[in-house]
């Protein structure tokens, strides 16, 4: 699993399949970002569902800095991030859903405002 800093930039590389583990490319697809246990993610989009069209059977989905702040009244020093993606391809608008996680660490002096 992936860890960054919080208030970091992070790319999230996608890749699209079909039930045969055979690439395909998507008419239409949309994302989420959640904390891990259900818990409201602030930043923008952020637990509300994102559309997105990828050109191909990959796409890096770009989760903005803003969207991996960390809550100020954690009691712990890491927030696991969940993002699921959702996607349609071919003719007969098939849907496949997929889960990603990463690790956010909280950076000591970013907790605390002046």
């Known amino acids: ?17 079909d039930e045969d583990g055979n690439g ?3 008419s239409a697809g949309k994302y989420r970002i959640d904390v891990e246990g259900g818990n409201s993610v602030t930043g923008n989009n952020a637990n509300a569902w994102v559309a997105f069209t990828p050109a191909n059977s990959a796409y890096d989905l770009t989760i903005s800095a803003n969207e991996n702040g960390f809550k100020a ?7 696991e991030r969940v993002v699921t993606v959702e996607f349609t391809y071919g003719a007969n608008g098939y849907k496949q859903t997929d889960e990603y996680r990463y690790m956010i660490k909280a950076l000591e002096n970013l907790l605390h405002t002046p």
Do not use: A, C, H, W
């Open 1 to 17: 699993m992936d860890v960054i800093n919080q208030g970091s930039t992070y790319v999230l590389g996608l890749s699209f399949k």
């Open 24 to 26: 395909v490319t998507p």
């Open 73 to 79: 009244n954690s009691s712990t020093d890491r927030e």
